[in-house]
């Protein structure tokens, strides 16, 4: 019986103290908290928050150190409605693009991608809300002058931001995912 008592008590401070880790943890609470904002209030997202989003994307990883991406910051609201058809006035659009030119073998998307999570993340952990897009990117692609795309660069992904509508609620707003035991095998 005493041995039973110790155990639960042992087990819950063990909880405690992994729960206790996530609930202080800004990045992990963040991660795990986000997920892709489809409403927005028309509230403008700052300058200043624009700045720091774009610090995170340049800080990303990339193979070699290459950071072969430009962050083309749209903020004209045509164009924005161009890019997301439902854009809520208000909303930011960083459009990530890639060399055009890279060899076989450049990871130029990975890279692109990891650029893009990071302001994903950094969005969000701003509390604002931001959606990855890539349905658009091949019309956008298509023209690219309109979108002020560098020479020489592809559009792989744009990153939509704006303040949340606080109607939302953000948990019935998140997708399911699929249970971790199905996706993880462990090799020892
Ligand atoms: C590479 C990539 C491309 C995406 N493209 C689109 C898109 O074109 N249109 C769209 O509405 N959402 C797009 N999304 C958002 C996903 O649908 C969304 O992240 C996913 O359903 C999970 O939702 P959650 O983040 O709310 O949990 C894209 C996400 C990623 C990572």
Request: glycine letters at 8%.
């Amino acid at each position: 019986m005493k041995t039973t008592t110790s155990l639960l008590i042992l087990s819950l401070l063990l909880c405690f103290s992994v729960y206790g880790q996530n609930a202080t943890n800004e990045v992990i609470n963040t991660i795990l908290n986000g997920y892709s904002v489809r409403a927005y209030s028309s509230e403008p997202v700052s300058d200043q928050d624009i700045e720091l989003i774009i610090d995170c994307g340049v800080k990303a990883p990339s193979a070699r150190n290459t950071q072969d991406w430009k962050f083309t910051v749209i903020k004209n609201q045509d164009l924005v409605g161009q890019i997301v058809h439902n854009a809520t006035p208000g909303n930011v659009v960083i459009i990530i693009s890639g060399p055009e030119s890279a060899e076989r073998g450049m990871s130029v998307n990975f890279d692109c991608a990891l650029a893009t999570e990071n302001m994903f993340i950094a969005a969000q952990s701003l509390g604002l809300g931001a959606r990855i897009y890539t349905g658009p990117i091949g019309d956008v692609n298509a023209k690219k002058p309109d979108f002020q795309i560098p020479e020489g660069y592809r559009a792989v992904a744009a990153l939509r931001i704006g303040h949340l509508d606080k109607t939302v609620d953000a948990v019935s707003a998140a997708s399911s995912r699929k249970a971790k035991a199905g996706l993880v095998n462990v090799v020892e």
